[in-house]
């Protein structure tokens, strides 16, 4: 019990780190957000273009605009395919599953991209764009289901384990009380009798 509150409070921790990250980068006005995205260009240039070094600084001017706009949707993508995996692990901890782990966790995403947005309009140089709300629930679309896949896969894992550390699946268990004769019983299966002949009744419970 003690380990289950452990991981909520860390899950959620994590969504409002990343929540508050999102929110420090809106709050730059528009100098400083364009200043931050060509400066990430020029750090990565060389391995973009390996003679960036040696280009004249109108096109490196043009080099590093021509790739600004790409970089800032690429960002946009990034940081809410994060969100959106990080509100998944939030809510896979409070006992959320499938398609309600999904459609909440995108959803609680979506909500999130919208107030940045409207937060955005009241910093000076920034905008409001659908745009960017729609690159967001994207990313945040991806997220969520790169986390539904591992923790599927992850589930998958852990049943096999215990399967071998029981000595047999279900399955296997289930053809041998068929060949005996014995009643069948489990979680999702109904009770039922192979050979009412049978010796007295063996269970076969997984």
């Known amino acids: 019990q003690g380990k289950a509150i452990a991981l909520r409070i860390v899950s959620v921790v ?52 021509d790739l600004n706009g790409a970089v800032r949707t690429a960002a946009h993508f990034s940081v809410y395919c ?17 398609w309600r782990l999904a459609a909440f966790s995108v959803g609680i995403s979506l909500l999130y991209a919208i107030s940045d ?45 215990k399967e071998a550390a029981q000595g047999g699946s279900f399955k296997q268990k289930l053809s041998y009380v068929s060949s005996t004769g014995s009643m069948i019983c489990s979680r999702n299966w109904p009770c039922r009798a192979e050979n009412t002949h049978s010796p007295p009744l063996r269970w076969a419970m997984a």
Not at 82 to 98: D, H, K
């Open 14 to 65: 994590l969504v409002v780190i990343c929540m508050g990250a999102i929110f420090m980068f809106s709050a730059e006005d528009a100098a400083k957000s364009d200043s931050t995205s060509k400066g990430t260009i020029i750090a990565l240039a060389g391995v973009i273009k390996k003679d960036f070094n040696k280009m004249s600084q109108q096109q490196r001017d043009e080099f590093v605009a």
């Open 82 to 98: 994060l969100l959106g995996l990080l509100v998944a692990n939030a809510l896979y901890a409070f006992s959320f599953r499938r």
């Open 117 to 161: 947005e409207i937060h955005q309009y009241f910093v000076p140089g920034r905008a409001c764009e659908l745009i960017d709300v729609t690159v967001d629930t994207m990313g945040a679309v991806l997220g969520t289901a790169i986390f539904i896949c591992a923790a599927a896969a992850a589930v998958r894992i852990s049943d096999k384990k």
